[in-house]
Each structure stands twice: as structure tokens, then as C-alpha cells.
């Protein structure tokens, strides 16, 4: 995406003008009527094309490696500390999986440290891994804010610090430092998801957006979705429901039981910040009537974990999700830090949004773009 400083500055604009009222566990509904039976046709043609061609683009999993065919050759010898928000998240599993794959291939050394999901665990282990003095950390999906005075302990150290969703942005970071941190670009994950619930609907829907406004990570990405879907003026927003990812499986079934009884047939598409939201909606939307391969159809602009793939494959409750490529994305982690201790920049890639649908879902439970591998292995001369 060109020119993403102007691009964020004005999205966040928009953000800072509709978030006034929002508070946490709040929902906010839509002023404007929808009828419950949509026009034939889009109200927005330019917006509905230029949806259409993101969205099959985006759907190819063929689609050829775009990322590093060049650099050093594998330095030998290096222990690597992988420390993990939780252990329990799929996202930040599913990296230091790849992590443990390719630490394996290259000849390192990894552990893995749990921080149980706790600001004060996190803290212990990050502790823990600057004290057994790594060639390299993994920061495996927490906020190095949390954590300034290991980071700092770790800088002043001269360990490299890799994050995995670490900080919003993918590349170096300077404050915090990090030599990378490897994650897709939000806005592309969050235009591609309401894209695709413009493309799918034709430019006409009815949508809820659940987010958890307490992380301004994920706040910023529904506001994003926002954004998007207010290109075609025939999609309706009719509730932003902020449900804490921390409360989901005890809030998610009564805010949908009240949200069939508000807008009925009219809600025809939900969009979420992590795909969890649709495990602990499914029952109530089941409760309400609601077929699994039927309206609202549901995407996660979330890491794509196995148990949504598995809805999507059996057509329960949710229809799309746009997946980190976890196990990519562990490979990457080990060839940035490969890259920090040959004394060289960080490659600058960042992976490409990909959407996993009941068209191309197959029979996988996570998605990894082909060749990766192959390509990392001839980089580091493996």
C-alpha cells in the first residue's frame, strides 16, 4: 500500500471523530434503517469492482513467493529465546512453531518461554530470556512497551530483538528498538475483510463489526473495517459492538441473541477482529434460528487458528478469515535475526494478505504461501 503515513493519519482522523461515545463493552447502533430486502443492485459500482478485484487477487493459493531470495549465508552456532505472550494464543503458537521449524533447518538453538498471558509473567519471562544471554529474542505478540525495562536491559546487551505482532507496524523499529518485527500491515488486513463483505454482498449488506476497544491495536483495525465498508453507501453499519477479547465467551452469546432481536434479517454480514468472536457466537446464532451456511455471513480479520478454518471448511457460522501465514512468518522471524547478526538490514518484507473462504479452504487448518521454505533454505545455503 503507497504512501501508508498519509493513508493512516487520515483513517485514524476518521477514528478519532466516531470513537466519542465509544466505552468499554458498549455497542453502537446505526441510525439509518436498512430494508430488509436489499436492492438487486450495488449503489457503488466503482467501490464494488475495485472490492471484487482485491478480493480474487487475494483469494489465489497459488500465488507465487514475493519475499527474500537473497542474503547471508546461515551464521552458525546461535541460540535463540522465544518469548510468548501465551502459549494458549493460536496466533502466537503458530509462530513460534514456524520459529522451532526453521531454527531446526538453519542449525540454531530455540526455547520457548510462556508468559501465561500476564503483564507480570511476560515480564518474568522476558527476564528470564535476557538473563541467559540469547544470541537473539522473539517478542511473540506483546507490546515491548510493557516490557521497556527488559528491552532496555536487552539493548544495552547487544541482543537483536525480533517481534512477531510486537508493535503495529512490520519493519525496524526505533522505539522501541527492535531489528524487525514481522506481521502483515493492518490496513491491508482490515480493508481486504470489508472488502470482501462489499464483493460478496454485491454492495449490499447489513453489518455488525465486533472489536475490543481496551486494545488500541484492535480498535484501530475495526475502525479501519469502518472505513472501508463506508466506500459503498449501499453497506449499512448497523451495530459496533465492543466485546473485551477477555469477556468474549461470556458476552458474545447475549450481545447476539440481542442483535437478532434488534435487526433480524437485516443483519447480513459481521466482520471481527479475531475469529474467536464466531466460535462463541455460533450457538446463539444457532438458538436464533440461524443456519450455519446462511446469513450473517461471517469473517475474521484475525491470525486464521485452525478452529476457524475448520468453520469455514463445515460451513458453521463463519465464511472467510484473513490468516498471518504463521508458520512463513517463524522462517521469517529466524532469517531477520540471521540477518542481525551478519551485521546487515532487515529485508523489508512483508507478506501479502491472503483470504481463506469455502471456496479455497480445502482441507488445511492454517495457511502458508508456497515455497517459502524452499526459498529460505537456498538464502541461508541449506
Known amino acids: 500500500m503507497r504512501n501508508r503515513g498519509a493513508y493512516v ?27 430488509s430486502s436489499s436492492p438487486a443492485a450495488s449503489g457503488c459500482p466503482a467501490a464494488l ?18 519475499g527474500p ?54 515480564q518474568a519471562a522476558f527476564s528470564q530470556a535476557v538473563a541467559l544471554k540469547p544470541s537473539g529474542i522473539v517478542l511473540g505478540g506483546f507490546d515491548p512497551n510493557a516490557t521497556a525495562q527488559q528491552v532496555a536491559q536487552a539493548n544495552d546487551a547487544g541482543i537483536p530483538l525480533v517481534g512477531w505482532h510486537a508493535v503495529a507496524k512490520p519493519g525496524p523499529s526505533e522505539s522501541p528498538k527492535l531489528f524487525s518485527n514481522v506481521t502483515t500491515w493492518v490496513e491491508d488486513v482490515a480493508k481486504i475483510s470489508a472488502d470482501w463483505i462489499i464483493a460478496r454482498s454485491n454492495g449490499n449488506a447489513g453489518v455488525v463489526i465486533f472489536t475490543d476497544s481496551s486494545i488500541p491495536f484492535a480498535e484501530n483495525k475495526s475502525q479501519l473495517i469502518k472505513s472501508e465498508l463506508a466506500t459503498c453507501s449501499t453497506v449499512k453499519l448497523l451495530s459496533y459492538e465492543n466485546i473485551p477479547i477477555s469477556d468474549a465467551s461470556s458476552r458474545t452469546p447475549q ?14 454480514y459481521s466482520d471481527a477482529i479475531n475469529d474467536l468472536y464466531f466460535a462463541d457466537a455460533a450457538a446463539a446464532l444457532r438458538s436464533g434460528g440461524k443456519k450455519g451456511d446462511a446469513a450473517p455471513f461471517n469473517i475474521g480479520a484475525g491470525d486464521g487458528d485452525p478452529s476457524a478454518f475448520q468453520r469455514i471448511r463445515d460451513k458453521q457460522h463463519q ?47 492454517s495457511w502458508d504461501p508456497r515455497g517459502y521454505r524452499e526459498a529460505y533454505q537456498a538464502v541461508w545455503g541449506k
Not at 9 to 32: F, K, M, Y
Not at 255 to 268: A, C, E, K, N
Request: aromatic share 4%; with cysteine.
Open 9 to 35: 493519519a487520515v483513517l485514524l482522523s476518521v477514528a478519532a471523530a466516531t470513537l466519542a461515545g465509544c466505552s468499554r463493552g458498549s455497542s453502537t447502533s446505526s441510525s439509518s434503517p436498512v430494508s
Open 69 to 122: 531470495i537473497t542474503g547471508p549465508k546461515a551464521v552458525a552456532g546461535r541460540t535463540v529465546v522465544y518469548v510468548a505472550q501465551t502459549m494458549t494464543n493460536p496466533g502466537v503458537a503458530g509462530a513460534a512453531k514456524g520459529v522451532q521449524d526453521a531454527a531446526q533447518t538453519i542449525g540454531w538453538n530455540v526455547r520457548v518461554i510462556d508468559g501465561q498471558g500476564t503483564p507480570a509473567g511476560i
Open 255 to 268: 450481545q447476539v441473541s440481542s442483535l437478532l432481536s434488534r435487526f433480524g434479517d437485516q443483519w447480513t
Open 49 to 66: 469492482a475495485t472490492a471484487k478485484q482485491a478480493v480474487q487477487q487475494a483469494q489465489d493459493v497459488n500465488a507465487p513467493w514475493t
Open 319 to 365: 465464511s472467510a478469515t484473513v490468516p498471518e501465514p504463521l508458520g512463513a512468518q517463524g522462517w521469517q522471524i529466524v532469517d531477520e535475526l540471521n540477518r542481525a547478526f551478519a551485521g546487515q538490514k532487515a529485508s523489508g518484507f512483508v507478506a501479502p494478505v491472503h483470504l481463506t473462504t469455502t471456496e479455497n479452504v480445502g482441507d488445511t487448518s
